[in-house]
C-alpha cells in the first residue's frame, strides 16, 4: 500500500520561499508509469494543481505558477520536493502530494494528508 | 486552460435521497474525468475515473457518467457517511484543472 508524507515549516515569511517534501513509503518512486503531483487547497477553497514529476525528472507545471515553482525527485530518497518562490499571502493553504499512473491512468488515486503553511509576517 | 463548473455549488438531502452532481467543462475532454470526495480536514478521494468507472472499494451506490463537456456524478440512496464535498477534475490537458466543488449536507 503506497503511502504519502508531507513536510516542511508550517510558517514561512512573505517574498521566501516555501519548499515542502513529501516522502513515498510502500512503494518505489521509480516502478511503472508513476508521476508525483503537488496540489494545494487554500482553507475553505478548492482543489489548486500545482505541477507534477515523473522518476525521471521530466515535468509539468500550471502556467499559473511555472515562474515560481520548481518540483523535484529524489529517489534514492523516495521524496519528491517542491519549492516555490516569493510567496505572498495568496499562498497560504494546505499543500497535498498525490500519485498518478501516468498516461495509462492519469487520476490521483494516491494522496498525502496535506500539510498547511501559512505566509506571514 | 479548461474551466469545469459543477453544479450545484451546494445541496442539502436526506439520508436514502438520490443525488445528481452535474460538472460542465469548457471545452471536450472525451471521458477524460474524474470525481474525488473530500471530507473536512482529509486529503480528497478518487470516486470515479475516466467519466464512469468505479474505482475499488468504492461503494456501487456511486456511478458516474458523460462525456465530452457534461458529466454526472450520482450517488443512488445516500448515506450518512457521504457528507462531504466533491470536486470534478479533468485530465485531458494541462493544467489539470477542478471544478469549484460541490457541498453536499445531509437533511
Known amino acids: 500500500q503506497v503511502q504519502l508524507q508531507e513536510s516542511g515549516p508550517g510558517l514561512v515569511r512573505p517574498s521566501q520561499t516555501l519548499s515542502l517534501t513529501c516522502t513515498v513509503s510502500?512503494?518505489?518512486?521509480?516502478?511503472?508509469?508513476?508521476?508525483w503531483n503537488w496540489i494545494r487547497q487554500p482553507a475553505g477553497k478548492g482543489l489548486e494543481w500545482i505541477g507534477r514529476?515523473?522518476?525521471?525528472?521530466?515535468?509539468n507545471y500550471n502556467p499559473s505558477l511555472e515562474s515560481r515553482v520548481t518540483i523535484s525527485v529524489d529517489a534514492s530518497k523516495k521524496q519528491i520536493s517542491l519549492k516555490l518562490g516569493s510567496v505572498t499571502a495568496a499562498d497560504t493553504a494546505v499543500y497535498f502530494c498525490?500519485?498518478?499512473?501516468?498516461?495509462?491512468?492519469?487520476?490521483?488515486?494516491?494522496w498525502g494528508q496535506g500539510t498547511l503553511v501559512t505566509v506571514s509576517s | 486552460d479548461i474551466q469545469l463548473t459543477q453544479s450545484p455549488s451546494f445541496l442539502s438531502a436526506s439520508v436514502g435521497d438520490r443525488v445528481t452532481i452535474t460538472c460542465r467543462a469548457s471545452q471536450g475532454i472525451s471521458i477524460y474525468l474524474a470525481w474525488y470526495q473530500q471530507k473536512p480536514g482529509k486529503a480528497p478521494k478518487l470516486l470515479i475515473y475516466?467519466?464512469?468507472t468505479l474505482q475499488s472499494g468504492v461503494p456501487s451506490r456511486f456511478s458516474g457518467s458523460g462525456s465530452g463537456t457534461e458529466f454526472t456524478l450520482t450517488i443512488s440512496s445516500l448515506q450518512p457517511e457521504d457528507f462531504a464535498t466533491y470536486y470534478c477534475q479533468q485530465v485531458n490537458s494541462y493544467p489539470r484543472t477542478f471544478g469549484q466543488g460541490t457541498k453536499v449536507e445531509i437533511k
Open positions: 514529476i515523473y522518476a525521471s525528472g521530466s515535468t
Open positions: 475516466a467519466a464512469s
Open positions: 498525490a500519485r498518478d499512473g501516468g498516461t495509462a491512468f492519469p487520476y490521483l488515486d494516491y
Open positions: 510502500g512503494g518505489s518512486i521509480s516502478s511503472g508509469s508513476n508521476y
